[in-house]
Structures are given as structure tokens and as C-alpha cells.
């Protein structure tokens, strides 16, 4: 195992990675940029190391600082949470060129899967069901009317090297269609530095559902159930739960096998999670894999038992997978709120500020991810995630009902935040009844 790990990202995944690394008698060493002198993870690690600017290219996404501060601080591997260097496969190389083990897939991993269009073509030829879609990327708007016409409209315009929710647009018609095609292109060039697009049938109402998977160097591949991730604003997850309640015992049962086949496609190693949609009818596509720890992986934990972080580390440092697929044993039910720095009440508008009051939840089931305080400022240059709270139950109805007592113990003050959305969804018809689908926050919200 190592000795010294560096974790090279901020906010609530920085402190959950300490957490893991401080029960495995890991040492910690934290990195932080001019704005998070004062952050949590800055004062929990072991060690904490200054790596420039507050803007994310001077500091969390500046390759050759953080390499010099894993060199200075001796640290044997670096774990890059979610976000800014997670799915680059160019860092995980120099990490390896350097000597230093980088948390996460392989850059080969990486490559394949951080295309979406070439993901889907990997898939398809693995007998894993995708999206209908073009066949890989389009460069002609001649394509993209012919496509749209034989799967029929609304279609979705998607950049390949898109991600977070962005870089997707639907159109309805020819009119749209053309309309959008050079935008998307031209926008996914400046956000993504990669103009290539694709185009997929656009599912209607459908159920956000991935399934987490770990895979080790000797190939065992296992996966540890679901988890629906249909509350949804903009394409962004506000809020996770498993087991989905929209599908049926048979179908997690054919759909993990997917998963895992999926991953044993590319050869994967590491944690990931292989999204798919589901349509009304059940019908199940691959959408895409993240090669990174996912924000919702607690949820995962809480009905697993498994310390996903953990066994990250467990992968990068060689270990077999500690359980096979016959000792997963999924129980009871778990859903985690995003709390954001966002104003429900004006379109979801991210805003800093300081923290009056911090106040999170106790008692039975009860998890708080964060990296608050009283009197911690938020930063505007970053996410907006400030908590996840999830919560655990026998069932789903307890789960419902201690996620109500439990967002009216936690006392957020001096900022905006999204709890008043939770409050109204755990009161919404719709998702009680466990029927929520992708664009329905943007329907009814
Ligand atoms: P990202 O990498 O940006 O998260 P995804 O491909 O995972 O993008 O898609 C994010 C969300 O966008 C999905 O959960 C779903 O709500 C919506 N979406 C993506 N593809 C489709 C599709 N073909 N039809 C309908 N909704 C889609």
C-alpha cells in the first residue's frame, strides 16, 4: 500500500479522500490554490501544499505544479476525486512517467471511454445495447438530416468530448436541426477542445440509471447495483437514490451484466460507473462510462457496505478486489440530496458567501459529506456542491421519511442554498411514487 498519497482536488471529495487515506494509515497531502487557504481540506490533511492562483488552470487543473508538489512531498500516488484532472489521460500518463501512480484508469482507459462517439462504437461491437446514434462522429449537416430522418425527431446533437450536462442539445425538426448543428460544433471546439459531434435518438422521458463497477489489474470485474440518477435539472444531477424503483429484479440482474461487460470491453481498472437510460418501456442503452470516482458514490456505499475510495486505492496499489460478485449484498434503500450553493428561487443562480451557520443532521442512517464550517467563505471560482446529505433506510419509504427530519435538522445559514428544492420534492407526487424521468424538474419544478 502507499505510503503518501496526494490528493489533487478541493471541497467535499478532498475531505472524503483524507478520510479514506486516515483509516488506511495513509499520509495525506492536500493541495490548495490562493482561494482555499482556509479550506477544510487545506486543515485536515496532513500536509498541505500551495499550488498557485485561484483560478482552476493556475492551480487545480496546472499539471506541472501539482507534479512538483507530489515530488516535493514524496507522495507514491495521486488521487484525483472527480472534475478538473480526473479524466485526463494525459495526467495520468506523466503521473506514471513521473513514478507516481495515478489513482484512476489508464490512459488507454481513458482515451476510449472519454470519447463518447467512440464509446458507443466500442459498445455496440461488445453486444452491449446503445442509443440508436450515427455511426460514430459526423462532420456533415447532410448526415445529421438523414439520421434524424430515419430514426425520426426529436433527436439530441451531442459533443463527443462533452461532459458535466454539457455540450447537448435537442431539436424537433429540420429547421432546429440545421439551425443547431454548426453551433454545437463551434461551442464544443471552444469548451471542450474537440469540435467532433454526434447525433442520437432523443429518448423521451427516460430513467437515468448507471451501475457502479470495479475492476481490478487481474481482471475481475464485479459491479455493486444501481443507482437512479433521474432527478435531473439541465442534464445535472440534483439528487441520487438506489435501488431505482422503476426497474424490476430481472432487469438490474440483465443490466449489471451489461455493466460488467461494458467495462471488460475496454480492459477497465479502477472505480467507474456505466450509465445507461431506460426507456418507458424498459428498454435499457448504454449512454456513457465515467472513468473517475462519481459525486454519488456514497450511495453505493451506504447499501454495500463498500468503501468505494478505498478499494480505489486497494486497485492502484495491485490488490485483488477484496469481494467477488457472490459477496455483494445490496440492502435497504439510500438517497443522497445535493446541496448547492444555487438559488432554487432565481433559476438555480450559483452564489458564494459566507457560512452564519452549519448545522448538519445526526441520528440513524444519517450521512453528511462536506467540507463546511461556520464561517467558511465560499468561493465562486468552483463547483457549486457544498454538502451531499444521504440518508439510509430499510426501505424506501423510511428513507423518504427520515430525508424529511433530517433536511429540517440541517441549518445551512448566510447562504443560498438548493434545500428548498429537496423540501418540495420529497413532497412531489411524482417522485414518491418513484416516477421521476430526466426533464421532469424542468416540467414541474
Ligand atoms: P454528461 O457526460 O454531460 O453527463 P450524458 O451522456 O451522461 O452526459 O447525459 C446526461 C443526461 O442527459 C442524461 O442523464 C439524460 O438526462 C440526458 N440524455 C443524454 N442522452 C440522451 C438521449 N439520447 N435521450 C434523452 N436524454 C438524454
Request: with cysteine.
Amino acid at each position: 500500500m502507499f505510503d503518501r498519497v496526494l490528493i489533487a482536488n478541493r471541497g467535499e471529495i478532498a475531505v472524503r479522500i483524507i478520510r479514506a487515506c486516515r483509516e488506511m494509515g495513509i499520509h495525506s497531502v492536500a493541495v490548495f490554490s490562493e482561494a482555499d487557504k482556509d479550506a477544510l481540506h487545506t486543515r485536515m490533511a496532513d500536509e498541505a501544499i500551495c499550488i498557485g492562483a485561484a483560478a482552476p488552470e493556475k492551480s487545480y487543473l496546472n499539471i506541472p505544479h501539482i507534479i512538483s508538489a507530489a515530488e516535493v512531498s514524496q507522495a507514491d500516488a495521486i488521487h484525483p476525486g472527480y472534475g478538473f484532472l480526473s479524466e485526463n489521460a494525459r495526467f495520468s500518463e506523466i503521473c506514471s512517467s513521473c513514478g507516481i501512480t495515478f489513482i484512476g484508469s489508464p490512459p488507454e482507459v481513458i482515451e476510449k471511454l472519454g470519447d463518447k462517439a467512440m464509446a458507443k462504437t466500442i459498445m455496440t461491437k461488445a453486444n452491449v445495447p446503445v442509443v440508436p446514434g450515427t455511426d460514430g462522429v459526423i462532420e456533415r449537416e447532410r448526415e445529421a438530416l438523414t439520421f434524424a430522418a430515419s430514426v425520426s425527431y426529436p433527436v439530441m446533437i451531442k459533443a463527443a468530448g462533452g461532459g458535466g450536462g454539457r455540450g447537448m442539445r435537442i431539436v424537433f425538426n429540420e429547421k432546429e436541426l440545421k439551425q443547431a448543428f454548426h453551433t454545437t460544433q463551434s461551442e464544443a471546439g471552444a469548451f471542450f477542445n474537440n469540435s467532433a459531434i454526434y447525433l442520437e435518438k432523443y429518448i423521451e422521458e427516460p430513467h437515468h440509471v448507471e451501475f457502479q463497477i470495479l475492476a481490478d489489474v487481474k481482471g475481475n470485474i464485479i459491479h455493486l447495483g444501481e443507482r437512479d440518477c433521474s432527478v435531473q435539472r439541465r442534464h445535472q444531477k440534483l439528487l441520487e437514490e438506489s435501488p431505482s424503483s422503476f426497474i424490476s429484479q430481472r432487469q438490474r440482474v440483465k443490466m449489471g451484466k451489461a455493466a460488467v461487460k461494458a467495462a471488460s470491453a475496454v480492459g477497465y481498472v479502477g472505480a467507474g460507473t456505466i450509465e445507461f437510460l431506460v426507456d418507458r418501456n424498459g428498454e435499457y442503452y448504454f449512454i456513457e462510462a465515467n472513468t473517475r470516482i462519481q459525486v454519488e458514490h456514497p450511495v453505493t456505499e451506504m447499501i454495500s457496505g463498500v468503501d468505494i475510495i478505498k478499494e480505489q486505492l486497494r486497485i492502484a496499489a495491485g490488490e485483488k478486489l477484496s469481494k467477488t460478485q457472490r459477496d455483494i449484498e445490496l440492502k435497504g434503500h439510500a438517497i443522497e440530496f445535493r446541496i448547492n450553493a444555487e438559488d432554487p428561487s432565481d433559476n438555480f443562480k450559483p452564489m458564494g458567501g459566507k457560512v452564519a451557520i452549519y448545522q448538519p443532521p445526526g441520528g440513524p442512517g444519517i450521512r453528511v459529506d462536506s467540507h463546511l464550517y461556520t464561517g467558511y467563505t465560499v468561493p465562486t471560482q468552483y463547483d457549486s456542491l457544498l454538502a451531499k446529505l444521504i440518508v439510509w433506510g430499510e426501505d424506501r419509504n423510511e428513507a423518504i421519511r427520515r430525508s424529511r427530519r433530517a433536511l429540517d435538522e440541517f441549518q445551512i445559514e448566510g447562504i443560498k442554498t438548493t434545500m428548498p428544492f429537496h423540501h418540495w420534492i420529497l413532497n412531489e407526487k411524482t417522485f414518491l411514487d418513484g416516477e421521476v424521468y430526466t426533464d421532469f424538474v424542468e416540467k414541474h419544478y
